[in-house]
């Protein structure tokens, strides 16, 4: 059912954009495809909004189209297709899984601006973009050691791309850096929006001893599961805590807004080039909600290491880092690991109990 209604949404979209070609010639016709629905209240949700601002600061000069829960497969692609068949001179794909649809669409169509989400190939018709999550993990890391009585966290993980893994190896090295004996606890969904597989991967981390957890997955489902169970989260992207009122501890704020309303100038002022942008917590392409459910002690410890973050006295992947299989991780950032290791990270470090799916 989800994929005909994904088809059919597709194919209104298609005609609908013919139709209203002619009165609508003059503007820049803006595609965005999203992996789940807006209406998660995360990932997809936040990339809305900043759609939004979009017509808000430029609507005269703009059109845009959105397309939800767009699959991860050859469908991708021929959305891709279908959107710049129908005029669409600029497209945001913004899921790590739409990378190759990206780079093949972007060859057929040398004059179509792409911008990917959490990609990391390049052409000259193509920029990347992301924030760096890590960040916010180690921070997370650092506060769940801190709140935890069971001395084990969890991390209901989604797919074991690299952004997952940088951030679990994140999450695990932070809360290491506080209590050195931490445990940590993984189940992965194998889905970014599936609210009820979501709580299910919640309830077994929790039964199997976790009081703190971290998720990647899109929906509030980890934080409303923790609330009822009385542990403490921290949601993916957007600040949730009305789902968690007293299991929230902060949660990482995803704002695209700014960076997708500058690109788009950019290719209206015809000055748009193949970039790729990394955001810090420095940045403003993400900020920390305040931090909740923590003793006072807690949250000074928290505001304070967020501190060191920004200032780059804290590091997550500082030297020597070592893998699973107790070696150390050439350091080619100087003292850390450098933008492109963490990138495409495809190991844990070593403390984590549980083996990469697929190693």
């Known amino acids: ?17 013919v139709a209203a070609h002619a009165q609508a010639s003059d503007k820049l016709k803006i595609g965005f495809i999203y992996v789940g629905p807006i209406g998660d209240h995360g990932w997809s949700y936040q990339h809305n909004r900043a759609r939004l601002e979009i017509v808000k600061a430029l609507g005269g000069k703009v059109e845009t189209t959105y397309l939800e829960n767009v699959p991860e497969s050859a469908d991708a692609e021929r959305v ?20 190759e649809s990206v780079l093949k669409v972007a060859k057929r169509h040398p004059g179509v601006y792409f911008e990917h989400a959490v990609g990391f190939k390049r052409a000259k018709n193509v920029s990347n973009y992301m924030v760096q999550m890590h960040q ?28 997952m893994i940088a951030g679990i190896n994140a999450y695990f090295l932070g809360a290491q850096s506080v209590n050195p004996k931490i ?12 609210p009820t597989m979501e709580a299910d991967a919640a309830k077994t981390v929790i039964q199997q001893g976790a009081d703190v957890l971290r998720t990647y997955a899109d929906s ?11 542990v403490h989260a921290f949601p993916l992207g957007s600040n949730m805590i009305k789902f968690g009122p007293k299991a929230q501890l902060t949660a990482d704020v995803l704002q695209w807004g700014g960076y997708y309303t500058k690109r788009v100038k950019d290719v209206l002022a015809g000055t748009w080039k193949s970039d790729d942008t990394w955001g810090s917590l420095q940045s403003g392409m993400f900020f920390m909600a305040p931090y909740t459910n923590m003793p006072a002690e807690v949250q000074r410890f928290a505001k304070e290491s967020e501190a060191a973050l920004r200032a780059g ?27 492109g290791q963490i990138r495409s990270m495809n190991w844990f470090v070593k403390g984590i109990g549980t083996k990469l799916p697929g190693k």
């Open 183 to 194: 445990k940590m606890k993984i189940v992965w969904t194998n889905s970014w929006f599936n």
């Open 313 to 339: 006295k804290l590091v997550a992947f500082k030297c020597p880092v070592i893998n699973q299989k107790g070696k150390a991780v050439p350091c080619k950032g100087g003292d850390r690991l450098d933008a």
């Open 80 to 99: 891709m297709e279908r959107l710049v068949r129908s005029g669409h001179k600029m497209i945001f794909a913004t899921s790590f899984g739409y990378m």
């Open 136 to 163: 916010a993990d180690f921070l997370m890391g650092r506060i769940a050691a801190k709140v935890s009585k069971s001395g084990t966290i969890g991390f209901v993980a989604t797919y074991p791309v690299p952004v």
């Open 220 to 230: 509030p489902a980890v934080l409303s599961t923790a609330q009822k169970l009385g």
């Open 1 to 17: 059912m989800k994929l005909l209604k994904f088809l059919s949404l597709v194919v209104v979209i298609a005609v609908g954009a």
